[in-house]
């Protein structure tokens, strides 16, 4: 079996084969660099340096979010390009479970924290002393609302992710459990864990078609969030709107209609008058005739 991960969910670029319980190759790249640019040729050198084909690899497994949503679709493309055109199926490896399985053997509550800006992380929480566990699914959390929930639960943790560096003074700050930081070689984001974990499942069935593949992006994109503000917006606008086009004629339009009805009255009751006389001098002239 072997399995291809790929990871691009942050500004980390990386790709590895696994080849049953084996990592024959893994590229990491960790610099602000376009993976657009970099993931293909990436996976044709490690291709090359193992000597095999690519259609040799069974099935794809790729970081499914959350994450950049730039750098996911950019991995997810690259993913489904390569399973429609070599017809192998896909692995949806989530994010952060990735990032956890790289950390086996630790007795401590594994907390992955991705920087999603603003005070914000995707995390997640799982054990790996023997067996792969996820505690919690991962999901969009506040940082203080994060550590808040690590000290209820009481147990020792360990950090892992870009979160670690923008919010590492913060936690060491509230924390008030036994915690500790991964180091350098297992706190990013790698292919191997994509790919390790991706043959387990792939092992288990969990698998799809290229044309399944979604990304789990966890939140709206900054772009998608302005866009419904800015339509709010514009609905309260139109409403605004709506309402003074209602209260005009309650208001303003009331006595002017009033004061035209009058006018009209007026004017029909000349008018009348006028043909009654009119018909009058018709009828004084027949008689002389």
């Not at 892992?160 to 459990?177: F, N, Q, T």
Request: proline share 4%; net charge negative.
């Amino acid at each position: 079996m072997r399995i291809l991960g790929i990871e691009s969910s942050s500004l980390v670029a990386s790709v590895a084969i696994v080849t049953d319980d084996i990592l024959t190759a893994e590229y990491t790249v960790n610099l602000k660099k376009t993976h657009s640019q970099t993931l293909l040729p990436m996976i044709d050198e490690v291709i090359r340096m193992l000597e095999i084909e690519l259609d040799s690899i069974d099935a794809i497994a790729v970081s499914g979010g959350p994450g950049s949503f730039t750098g996911l679709r950019i991995g997810s493309a690259t993913a489904k390009g390569l399973g429609l055109a070599m017809k192998k199926p896909l692995i949806h490896v989530p994010t952060v479970d990735a990032m956890a399985y790289g950390l086996y053997g630790t007795d401590a509550l594994i907390c992955p924290v991705m920087d999603a800006r603003r005070n914000q992380v995707y995390t997640g929480l799982y054990h790996f002393r023997d067996r792969f566990e996820v505690v919690k699914n991962q999901w969009p959390s506040d940082v203080r609302e994060l550590v808040d929930e690590l000290n209820e639960r009481g147990e020792k943790v360990i950090f892992l992710g870009d979160g670690v560096p923008p919010y590492r003074a913060l936690i060491e700050e509230s924390i008030k459990v036994p915690c500790a930081f991964a180091p350098a070689h297992v706190n990013r984001q790698r292919a191997a864990s994509v790919a390790a974990l991706g043959a387990v499942y792939f092992a288990e069935g969990r698998t799809e078609t290229a044309m399944e593949h979604r990304p789990d992006y966890l939140r709206k994109s900054q772009a998608e969030r302005e866009r419904e503000v800015a339509e709010r917006q514009g609905e309260m606008e139109k409403l605004a709107a709506g309402i003074q086009v209602v209260e005009r004629p309650e208001t303003r339009n009331v006595p002017e209609q009033g004061e035209k009805a009058a006018e009209k009255k007026d004017s029909e009751k000349k008018t009348a008058e006028k043909k009654g006389a009119d018909k009058e001098a018709e009828t004084g002239e027949g008689a002389l005739r």
